[in-house]
T-cell receptor, first 116, second 114 residues
Framework: NAGVTQTPKFQVLKTGQSMTLQCAQD?????MSWYRQDPGMGLRLIHY???????DQGEVPNGYNVSRSTTEDFPLRLLSAAPSQTSVYFC???????????????FGPGTRLTVL | AQTVTQSQPEMSVQEAETVTLSCTYD???????LFWYKQPPSRQMILVIR??????QNATENRFSVNFQKAAKSFSLKISDSQLGDTAMYFC???????????FGKGTKLTVNP
């Protein structure tokens, strides 16, 4: 298994440009999520999905869109990039086990995004 | 809302010595889980150890162990026989039972010196 994969690893955008960060997992996990990591802030949840067709907002959703058309893929879209979105982005996945023992979240390698 | 606090932004330890990283959390829930993640310079997030709140026994994983004090809402990580490869950022994280939304602390940068 490849686990959780993310592309690209690095990206530089100009203010106002749009792009999609890709995330895929081959572990048949139902739950997927996106976090951003900023210096001194730890990781903060942007959006998450508990299954295909179901998404919800996390702590810092503004400026980002997501969709979940398949179990494997969970892309994160920036419609109009802003310098405040300069960050490292992590995708994670785990089994959706609401009401039962929480399983471990597996993280992708991250995407470093710079918005000029 | 749940919060996680790591009060030590940076720490250092000599190789082969023991170091303890602190973490406190705030929640009104009784069913939850706590984690320590390691992030080396490669940026990969690696699970170090997890603790279920309903278990009184402290979790251990080889050289890594936790001191879980539920009443005090404290969850410290002890690294024994520190190795150079332990140099990394360490994040404490919390998740409420039935939810997958991890809440992270701001991290502690640990440096192991030769």
């Amino acid at each position: 298994n490849a686990g959780v994969t993310q592309t690209p690893k690095f990206q530089v955008l100009k203010t106002g440009q749009s792009m999609t960060l890709q995330c895929a997992q081959d572990m048949n996990h139902e739950y997927m999520s996106w976090y951003r990591q900023d210096p001194g802030m730890g990781l903060r949840l942007i959006h998450y999905s508990v299954g295909a067709g179901i998404t919800d907002q996390g702590e810092v959703p503004n400026g980002y869109n997501v969709s979940r058309s398949t179990t494997e893929d969970f892309p994160l879209r920036l419609l109009s990039a802003a310098p405040s979105q300069t960050s490292v982005y992590f995708c994670a996945s785990s089994y959706d086990i609401a009401g039962r023992s929480t399983d471990t979240q597996y993280f992708g390698p991250g995407t470093r995004l710079t918005v000029l | 809302a749940q919060t996680v606090t790591q009060s030590q932004p940076e720490m250092s330890v000599q190789e082969a010595e023991t170091v303890t990283l602190s973490c406190t959390y705030d929640t009104s829930e009784s069913n939850y889980y706590l984690f320590w993640y390691k992030q080396p310079p490669s940026r990969q997030m690696i699970l170090v150890i997890r603790q279920e709140a309903y278990k009184q026994q402290n979790a251990t994983e080889n050289r890594f162990s936790v001191n879980f004090q539920k009443a005090a809402k404290s969850f410290s990580l002890k690294i024994s026989d520190s190795q150079l490869g332990d140099t990394a950022m360490y994040f404490c994280a919390f998740v409420q039972g039935g939810s997958e939304k991890l809440v992270f602390g701001k991290g502690t940068k640990l440096t192991v010196n030769p």
